[in-house]
């Protein structure tokens, strides 16, 4: 068990802005606002604990979030929500309070989770948006990556974070085509359920989502996230 209060007491200790957009279970979901310094900024969008037991998604918004971030607010502006089930953070599960599967629910309306993820972006356009997750499986890193038009960037991004740790060797990617070793892509087969793909169709040119093993140390898991998110905001300065 995970409390919910500690990490919101983690977050209000880092005194930045964010606004409440939905409660479940009694527990406010926040959305945090990093205003560009440009009149022109590219908005960007991070999600998290979308699956309550991938802590390292959470943990890799909070360093986000608590790290200087000067350099890229003079291009970005960043939309952020870092715990969107908290029901499966507190609980160390994957699906929410009745035991569904957030991240195959947005093409539905009874899913209070993703409904309160839709309402929040609904006047929304972004340039990328990054979800965070983990796979139990998987030895090394992957991730998953959505274009609407132009090239894919994953196969650079797995280049540069390599250095954090090893890419994932076998077949990670559910049911869709891999690109390059440990890119796949958001298969359009998949719908709009997954939030990436939601997205990707509604409200970002781009997604990514990354996935860190569970079996890497936090602070690993942590820094890859990251990596991939730095490494993917270069493209779009
Ligand atoms: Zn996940």
């Given at each position: 068990?995970?409390?919910?209060?500690?990490?919101?007491?983690?977050?209000?200790?880092?005194?930045?802005?964010?606004?409440?957009?939905?409660?479940?279970?009694?527990?406010?979901?926040?959305?945090?606002?990093l205003e560009s310094l440009s009149s022109n900024p590219i908005y960007i969008l991070i999600t998290g604990g979308v699956h309550g037991d991938e802590p390292a998604g959470v943990e890799a918004v909070l360093k986000f979030?608590?790290?200087?971030?000067?350099?890229?607010?003079?291009h970005f502006s960043f939309n952020?929500?870092?715990?969107?089930n908290p029901y499966g953070y507190v609980h160390d599960k994957?699906?929410?309070?009745?035991?569904?599967d957030i991240n195959r629910s947005f093409e539905k309306e009874d899913v209070l989770e993703a409904v309160i993820v839709k309402e929040a972006v609904r006047d929304k356009q972004y340039t990328l948006a990054?979800?965070?997750?983990?796979?139990?499986?998987?030895?090394g890193f992957y991730l998953y990556e959505g274009i609407r038009d132009g090239g894919f960037i994953g196969p650079e991004i797995t280049e540069v974070v390599q250095t954090i740790g090893p890419i994932d060797t076998d077949d990670s990617g559910e049911d869709t085509e891999a690109i390059a070793q440990g890119v796949y892509k958001v298969n359009s087969k998949w719908g709009m359920q997954g939030l990436a793909p939601y997205l990707l169709h509604k409200h970002s040119k781009h997604v990514i989502i990354t996935e860190t093993p569970t079996e890497w140390k936090l602070d690993q898991r942590i820094a890859l996230h990251l990596g991939v998110l730095d490494t993917a905001l270069t493209y779009f300065k």
């Open positions: 068990m995970r409390d919910y209060a500690v990490l919101l007491k983690r977050l209000h200790e880092l005194n930045l802005p964010y606004n409440i957009i939905g409660e479940v279970t009694n527990c406010p979901i926040y959305l945090y606002h979030l608590a790290r200087d971030n000067t350099e890229l607010l003079e952020i929500i870092p715990c969107i994957r699906e929410n309070s009745k035991n569904v990054i979800d965070f997750h983990e796979d139990y499986d998987a030895k």
